[in-house]
């Protein structure tokens, strides 16, 4: 990797002046992301009866963020690679911004909808490039632990996240859980115009993967428009053409990353049996994840009468748990193999999602019915997040690292979006039903135990298919250190700076 801007040593020492500003402006910008998609969910009922949506129009309201954001997030890395990692960070960042002020200025569900897509855009670019600032500015000697304060510092803003959203939601009202992104980007692009070295990939050449990186998010919006009119108005129109729409677009993006020369998604890595597996079990855990973590905030304050705030404070233990537990979790599993802690982890994720089914109308203590679940639950995600991330990024040689955390973290994305589109179906939620405390409380139960389902499903798949030795990636001298922030358990794995999936880096 070359970098332009940065001293001859190679990168600038992490307690100067300069690191100290790269870290924070790195901090603040994955921030921005991070706090959004755990605010917007605890908003979802009060925005919901403000806007008199539907729960289709809530659906797209957290689906069109992640439709855009999956599709393109893969190229984000690749993007500041070739043109300059800190500007297209910044770009990403006043993106983000300026659509979150529409998000907060919206009149009625369609204009919500639009401008969060935008949103997912503007995550697409500032995501990877948070991260990659700090492996790239930073010297060699410095990183590790530049790259652990980043992630300990997230921790915070996921931590944060739950109870700021529920005091705005309370307080100001929910526009204010976008307008607040607008004065932290300003701070942020200031920052990184004045304090932030440029760095890019002086090698990178070729063209990008545009044409697939269309096509995938083309494919997932088919499929994903087809689940929820599926649960509202369904008929061959809204739901046939949607769903034919998608699968042709699907394979034509299959056929496209076969013949092109820089694929946004290489399919030889799939010859790996465990690096597939892991992908699966991706999908099925962070689907369990992104299930609960949609329905529970209209659960608490829908169904148990809570307030925002007290329904956001409600999962904090959660976070914390991620927080202090989720290295030693990563440090056991690298001693004795993942295969034990991706198999009894899901299982006991899946133990607190069936605990949940205890949260009900009239539910009157959160020390009894609420906090145990949550905090089995938590407890269970520290136990297979950092393996995962590990057992994915250790599946595959070190220099197809950067490809296969990005790949992975898509597709913990992807699974999110389909959750989101598809569960309302499978438990008959729609139209205005969750304005109702007992149709949603009936549709809890059942999406808790969808839930628990897809966590048991990942463990099956882990216990029969994951090795139970420590892994070693081809070429590496030492099992693969394991890669996990604390805002795992809300948003997806890590994404590999500087090797992102349609760079002309990867081989």
Request: charged letters at 10%; glycine letters at 12%; proline letters at 6%.
């Amino acid at each position: 990797m070359t970098t332009a801007g940065l001293p001859a040593s190679g990168g600038v020492p992490l307690s100067s002046g300069t690191g100290r500003w790269v870290l924070a402006c790195s901090v603040l910008g994955s921030g921005m992301a991070l706090l959004d998609g755990t605010i917007v969910n605890i908003a979802l009922p009060r925005l919901g009866e403000d806007l008199n949506a539907s729960l289709a129009s809530l659906q797209w309201t957290v689906n069109g963020y992640l439709l855009t954001l999956a599709g393109l997030i893969l190229l984000g890395g690749g993007l500041g690679d070739r043109y300059g990692r800190r500007r297209v960070f910044v770009v990403g960042v006043v993106w983000f911004a300026l659509a979150s002020a529409l998000c907060g200025l919206a009149q009625d569900s369609g204009m919500l909808i639009a401008s969060r897509a935008l949103q997912g855009v503007g995550g697409a670019l500032l995501t990877p490039g948070s991260l990659a600032l700090v492996q790239s500015t930073f010297r060699p000697e410095d990183r590790a632990k530049a790259v652990g304060a980043w992630s300990g510092l997230g921790g915070v803003a996921g931590a944060v996240g739950p109870f700021l959203g529920g005091w705005l939601v309370d307080g100001p009202g929910w526009r204010w859980i976008f307008f607040i992104n607008v004065p932290v980007g300003a701070v942020v692009v200031l920052i990184a115009v004045r304090h932030v070295p440029e760095s890019r990939d002086r090698n990178a050449t070729g063209s990008f993967d545009i044409t697939g990186a269309a096509l995938a998010a083309l494919s997932l919006a088919g499929i994903t428009y087809a689940l929820i009119a599926a649960s509202s108005h369904p008929s061959l129109l809204t739901v046939g053409l949607p769903v034919l729409a998608g699968v042709l677009c699907g394979a034509g993006f299959l056929r496209t990353e076969r013949v092109r020369a820089h694929p946004i998604l290489p399919l030889g890595i799939f010859s790996s049996r465990l690096f597939s597996t892991m992908n699966l079990v991706t999908l099925c855990l962070y689907a369990a994840i992104g299930g609960v973590f949609f329905l529970l905030p209209v659960q608490l304050q829908v169904a148990a009468g809570y307030t925002a705030l007290r329904a956001g404070l409600a999962t904090l233990p959660v976070t914390v748990l991620m927080l202090l537990l989720s290295a030693p979790a990563g440090a056991l599993a690298q001693r004795i193999g993942p295969r034990w802690p991706l198999t009894l982890g899901p299982l006991l994720a899946g133990v607190g999602m069936l605990l949940l089914t205890r949260v009900s109308p009239g539910t009157s203590s959160y020390f009894a019915d609420v906090l145990p679940a949550v905090v089995v639950q938590g407890l269970g995600m520290c136990l297979f997040v950092a393996p995962l991330t590990a057992t994915v990024l250790a599946s595959v040689g070190v220099d197809h690292a950067g490809v296969a955390s990005g790949v992975n973290n898509a597709a913990a994305r992807v699974a999110q979006l389909l959750v989101v589109a598809a569960l309302p179906l499978a438990i008959g939620l729609s139209n205005k039903a969750y304005t109702s405390a007992h149709a949603v409380n009936t549709a809890f139960d059942k999406a808790m135990i969808i839930c628990a389902g897809l966590c048991a499903g990942g463990a099956v798949l882990a216990a029969f298919l994951v090795p139970s030795g420590a892994i070693l990636a081809e070429g590496a001298e030492e099992a693969v250190e394991p890669q996990c922030t604390a805002n795992c358990a809300f948003s997806a794995p890590p994404l590999e700076p500087g090797s992102s999936p349609g760079s002309t880096r990867v081989p």
